[in-house]
């Protein structure tokens, strides 16, 4: 099981920047999916950004062109760095991992089994 705990969240204002980042350990293997889901106050946890073990990237239509999603893996880290917030991009943001040798990783919450804590992004207008 991989452990994941997240950080740099907080409060801006819309249009602002914010850059979430990750720290992973405890792997097993070494062929992850990794990406970022979100869940607002009252709404259902959905997918964000996915990123796979060779680099390949997804992102979820809302975010297409705002946020990036990489990964540092001499460090074990991913990254969220997300530009133009919006008021609607307020939620708590969650890192997950599964393992997994495809080159398009999913975005459903079901397919990953490990999850950080997440931290909260707050966007005022």
């Known amino acids: 099981q991989v452990q994941l705990e997240e950080s740099g969240g907080g409060s801006v204002q819309a249009g602002g920047s914010l850059r979430l980042s990750c720290a992973a350990s405890?792997?097993?293997?070494?062929?992850?999916?990794m990406g970022w889901f979100r869940q607002a106050s009252g709404k259902e946890r959905e997918g964000v950004a996915f990123?796979?073990?060779?680099?390949?990237?997804t992102y979820a239509t809302f975010v297409k062109g705002r946020f990036t999603i990489s990964k540092d893996n001499a460090n074990d880290t991913l990254y969220l760095r997300m530009n133009d917030l919006k008021p609607e991009d307020t939620a708590i943001y969650y890192c997950?991992?599964?393992?997994?040798?495809?080159?398009?990783?999913?975005?459903?919450?079901?397919?990953?089994?490990?999850w950080g804590q997440g931290t909260q992004v707050t966007v005022s207008s």
């Open positions: 997950a991992a599964e393992i997994s040798y495809v080159r398009f990783c999913a975005s459903v919450s079901v397919a990953y089994s490990d």
């Open positions: 405890g792997y097993t293997y070494r062929r992850y999916c």
């Open positions: 990123i796979s073990a060779d680099g390949d990237t």
